[in-house]
C-alpha cells in the first residue's frame, strides 16, 4: 500500500524528517508515538503532498507509484486521507455541501458524473449514523465553533464518507471524551478491511485498545528509532522516551 | 461538457443576445464631442417632447459647471468627454456570420457560465428587456404586464407614452446636480428601462434588463426609473456582460426607485464588465449613481454582484423618508488583478422608526483595490432610528488592498447604530485542507470565496444567485499561482 524509502523534509532551512523507513500494507494498522516535534504531523503532511514541505531525499510510493510529482487534491483522489491534527474552518460552507464537492471532484477525477442527491443523501445518512453525529450538525459551517471534540468526529464522519484506501489519523484521540472515543474508534474499526489501511499518531495507549495496532513506531528527531507490536505502546505509557531518546543518541 | 464548434454556433444563431458580444451591427454613431447641439441632437433623435429636451439641457449646463470627483480610493486616467460618442442605436438585428467575430476569451467565459440567455427566460418566468448599445432592441412578456397594467419598457418609450409619470419623477431622486456623472447622465441618457407597478400589484415575474456595451468608443448612459405604487412589489434584475475591447469605456448610469407608501422594490444586479486584462489594461469605467426614495412603510433592497469593471464607483442608496420604512444593501464586490472598486451605499434616515441593514463583502485578490464607503445619516426628526452595517474583507495574496470607509451622522439621540467589520486571508490551510480532501486550488478558493458571500448570494433570486456564484468563480480564475 505505502512504501516510504529514506525520506527526507524540511521547511525552509530546518531539516524535520531525517531519513523515515515505513512499510504498510493492505489490511494494516500502524501506530505512530513519539515526543511533541519529532515528525509525525510532519509525515503526515508530506505523505499527504503538503508543499510548504520540501523532499530532499527519498521517496513515497503509493500502491507502487512514486507520488513525487503528485499535486495533494490527485493523492486524496487516489485515496490518501487524513485526519488533521488541527481541523480548518471554512465559513460559510456547511458540512454537507463540502463533503458533496470533495465526492463530485474525486468522482471527476476518475470521469464519473456527479453523485446523484439521493444517493449522497443516502450516504450521509448512513455515515453520520455511524458516527452519531446529529445531522443539524452537517449544516453547520464547517469546523466554525465546533468544540475540538467535535472537529475530531468531524474528520473520521469524511473519513468515512470518502472511504480512503489509506487514512492516516494525526492525535484524532486527543479532544475526544471517553463516549466519542469509543464511538469513533468503533466508527474506524467498521470501515477497516484487507484492502485499506490505517495510520494512527497518538501519544496515548487508551486509543489503541480500541484500534489495536499490528506495528507500533516510534518517531523521535525526524527518525523511526523503534518499531515493534502493540507490547511497545504499553511499554511507552510505562516508561516514556528517554530510554529510546538515549538509545538513539549512541 | 465542452462544445463542438458546431454546437456553438448553432447556439449562437439561434440566441438574440449572449454575453458581450462584438458585433458588426450598422449602428448610426454621432460623431464624438459633446456640446448643446449634440444634446439637442440626442433628444430629436428619440423624437422626445419639448420638456424633456429642455430637462437634457439644463442638466448639461449644470455639468459643464462641475468637476470630476477626486474622492473615491481609485486611480485611473480621466476619461476625454469630448473623444466620446454619445449616440449610437443599431439599425438591425445582430446576425453572426462567423464565429471570427467573437473573443475566444469570451466565448470561454460563456462555456465556464454555461447558462444562456434562453435558458434564463425559461427560469422562472423572466421577462427581458434587452439594452443594446443604446436603444431597447426588444421586450418580452410586454402583454402579460399589460393585463395587470404593468409598465416595462425602454426609457425612451415611456417619454413618450407615458410622459405624466416620467416627468412627474425623473431627477426627483437623483437630481440632476447631485454628481458629476448624474448630471451627465442627465444631458446624455440614451436608453435604459423604464418600469410602473399600479397600486396593489404584485409583479408576478422577475423584471430583467440585459446590458451590453457595443460599439467602440461609445459611451453607455443608461437611465432606469423604476416606481412602485402604492402597496406594490417588484423585484427587478439587472444583468451587464460586455466584450473585451483595448481601450476604456466609460459607462455612467442613473437608476432612480420610487416605492411609495407600503411598497416593495427588489433591485438585483450582477455586474460582469471587461475588467481589464491581466495587466491592467483596457477595461469599463463603471460610474453608478443609484438610489432609492422610500414613503411610508416602504422597502427597497438593493443586491449587487459586482466582479467586473477596471473602475467601479458605485453607492446603491436608500433614503428612508416615510415613517417604518426600510432600505437594505448586500453586496459582493470582486476585484483582481488590477481592478479598483470604491462602492458601498448611502442610508439617509428621515422618518420614525426607519431601518436599514448593510452587509458587504469584499473579495480582493491580485493587486487590485477594493474599498468600502458607506454612509449612515440619522436626521433630527428620524425617532428611533436602527441600522446594523457588517462589512467584511477576504484579501488573498498580499498584493491587493482592502478598505473600509464607514461614516455615521446621527442627528437623533435615540438612533440605534451597530457596525461590525471583519479582514480574513485565505489560509494555506485552509487551501491545503481542501486539496486534501480531492478539491483542487481554483475550486477551493471558489468554495471558500462562495462560503465567505453567502449571506448575499442568499439574497439573490435563484437563477441569478446560480449565475452570481459561477461568474465570482470566473473572475477569481488564475488568482492564485
Ligand atoms: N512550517 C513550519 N515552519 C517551521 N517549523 C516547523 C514547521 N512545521 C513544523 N515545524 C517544526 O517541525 C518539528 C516537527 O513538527 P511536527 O508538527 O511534525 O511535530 P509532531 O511530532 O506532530 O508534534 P506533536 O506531537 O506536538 O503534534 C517541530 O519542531 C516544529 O516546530
Ligand atoms: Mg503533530
Not at chain 1, 3 to 11: G, Q, S, T
Amino acid at each position: 500500500m505505502l512504501k516510504i524509502n529514506n525520506l527526507h523534509a524540511r521547511v525552509e532551512d530546518k531539516e524535520i524528517l531525517k531519513g523515515i523507513n515505513l512499510t504498510v500494507n493492505a489490511g494494516e494498522v500502524h501506530a505512530i508515538m513519539g515526543p511533541n516535534g519529532s515528525g509525525k504531523s510532519t509525515l503526515a503532511s508530506v505523505i499527504a503532498g503538503k508543499e510548504e514541505f520540501e523532499v530532499t531525499k527519498g521517496e513515497v510510493f503509493l500502491e507502487g507509484e512514486n507520488l513525487e510529482d503528485t499535486a495533494p487534491e490527485d493523492r486524496a483522489h487516489k485515496g490518501v486521507f487524513l485526519s488533521f491534527q488541527y481541523p480548518v474552518e471554512i465559513p460559510g460552507v456547511s458540512v454537507t455541501n463540502f463533503m458533496k464537492t470533495a465526492i463530485n471532484e474525486s468522482r471527476k477525477a476518475k470521469g464519473l458524473e456527479d453523485m446523484p442527491a439521493k444517493d449522497m443523501l443516502k450516504l450521509i445518512r448512513e455515515k453520520s449514523e455511524l458516527l452519531e453525529i446529529d445531522r443539524k450538525f452537517l449544516s453547520r459551517s464547517l469546523n466554525e465553533g465546533f468544540s475540538g471534540g467535535e472537529k475530531k468526529r468531524n474528520e473520521i464522519f469524511q473519513m468515512a464518507m470518502l472511504e480512503p484506501k489509506l487514512a492516516i489519523l494525526d492525535e484524532t484521540d486527543s479532544g475526544l471524551d471517553i463516549d466519542a472515543l469509543r464511538i469513533v474508534a468503533n466508527g474506524v474499526n467498521k470501515l477497516k478491511s484487507k484492502d485499506n489501511a490505517v495510520i494512527v499518531i497518538t501519544h496515548y495507549q487508551r486509543l489503541l485498545e480500541y484500534i489495536v495496532p499490528d506495528y507500533v513506531h516510534v518517531l523521535h528527531n525526524g527518525k523511526i528509532v523503534k518499531s515493534g507490536d502493540k507490547d511497545l505502546a504499553l511499554e511507552l505509557e510505562e516508561k516514556g522516551y528517554d530510554w529510546l531518546k538515549q538509545e538513539a543518541a549512541v | 461538457m465542452a462544445y463542438t464548434e458546431e454546437e456553438l454556433k448553432k447556439e449562437l444563431e439561434t440566441k438574440e443576445y449572449e454575453y458581450g458580444f462584438y458585433t458588426d451591427i450598422e449602428s448610426d454613431t454621432f460623431p464624438n464631442g459633446l456640446n448643446e447641439e449634440i444634446v439637442i441632437a440626442i433628444s430629436k433623435k428619440k423624437e422626445e417632447p419639448e420638456w424633456m429636451t429642455l430637462w437634457r439641457l439644463e442638466s448639461f449646463k449644470i455639468w459643464k459647471e462641475m468637476v470630476e470627483p477626486e474622492w473615491a480610493n481609485v486611480r485611473y486616467e480621466k476619461p476625454d468627454f469630448q473623444a466620446i460618442s454619445y449616440y449610437s442605436a443599431p439599425n438591425k438585428k445582430p446576425k453572426y456570420n462567423s464565429l471570427d467575430e467573437v473573443d475566444p476569451e469570451l466565448l470561454d467565459t460563456f462555456k465556464k457560465l454555461g447558462i444562456s440567455l434562453d435558458e434564463q427566460k425559461k427560469l422562472a418566468g423572466v421577462a427581458v428587456d434587452i439594452v443594446m448599445d443604446s436603444v431597447s432592441v426588444a421586450t418580452t412578456f410586454k402583454k402579460t404586464l399589460a393585463e395587470k397594467g404593468i409598465i416595462f419598457c425602454s426609457i425612451s418609450e415611456a417619454i413618450k407614452e407615458h410622459p405624466e409619470l416620467v416627468k412627474k419623477y425623473i431627477g426627483t431622486v437623483v437630481p440632476q446636480k447631485d454628481n458629476f456623472y448624474a448630471a451627465l447622465n442627465s444631458a446624455v441618457f440614451s436608453d435604459g428601462s423604464f418600469c410602473y407597478i399600479p397600486k396593489g400589484v404584485k409583479c408576478p415575474m422577475e423584471l430583467s434588463t440585459y446590458f451590453r456595451i457595443n460599439q467602440a468608443g461609445t459611451g453607455q448612459f443608461e437611465r432606469t426609473l423604476v416606481i412602485a405604487d402604492e402597496g406594490s412589489y417588484v423585484s427587478y434584475l439587472e444583468g451587464c456582460t460586455a466584450p473585451s475591447r483595448d481601450e476604456n469605456q466609460l459607462h455612467a448610469a442613473v437608476v432612480e426607485l420610487i416605492a411609495l407608501d407600503d411598497a416593495e422594490i427588489k433591485y438585483s444586479t450582477v455586474q460582469n464588465w471587461f475588467p481589464g486584462n491581466k495587466e491592467g489594461k483596457g477595461g469599463v469605467y463603471n460610474f453608478v449613481t443609484k438610489r432609492g426614495l422610500c414613503e411610508k412603510n416602504a422597502k427597497i433592497s438593493w443586491t449587487q454582484v459586482e466582479t467586473g469593471s477596471a473602475v467601479t464607483w458605485k453607492y446603491p442608496s436608500c433614503i428612508l423618508k416615510g415613517d417604518n420604512s426600510i432600505g437594505e444593501f448586500y453586496s459582493i464586490a470582486v476585484t483582481n488583478n488590477y481592478q479598483q472598486a470604491d462602492t458601498g451605499t448611502k442610508m439617509i434616515h428621515l422618518g420614525k422608526n426607519t431601518r436599514s441593514t448593510i452587509i458587504s463583502k469584499g473579495i480582493s485578490a491580485g493587486k487590485s483595490q477594493n474599498s468600502y464607503r458607506g454612509l449612515v445619516q440619522v436626521n433630527s426628526r428620524a425617532e428611533n432610528a436602527r441600522n446594523f452595517s457588517q462589512c467584511d474583507s477576504l484579501l488573498m495574496g498580499n498584493e491587493c488592498g482592502a478598505h473600509t470607509f464607514p461614516y455615521i451622522e446621527a442627528k437623533n439621540k435615540s438612533a440605534q447604530i451597530e457596525h461590525e467589520a471583519t479582514t480574513s486571508k485565505i489560509g494555506e490551510d485552509q487551501i491545503f485542507y481542501c486539496n486534501q480532501r480531492g478539491i483542487d486550488t481554483e475550486k477551493a478558493i471558489a468554495l471558500i470565496v462562495n462560503g465567505f458571500s453567502k449571506e448575499v448570494l442568499n439574497k439573490l433570486p435563484m437563477e441569478f444567485a446560480v449565475e452570481a456564484q459561477k461568474l465570482l468563480e470566473i473572475s477569481l480564475e488564475g488568482s492564485v499561482g
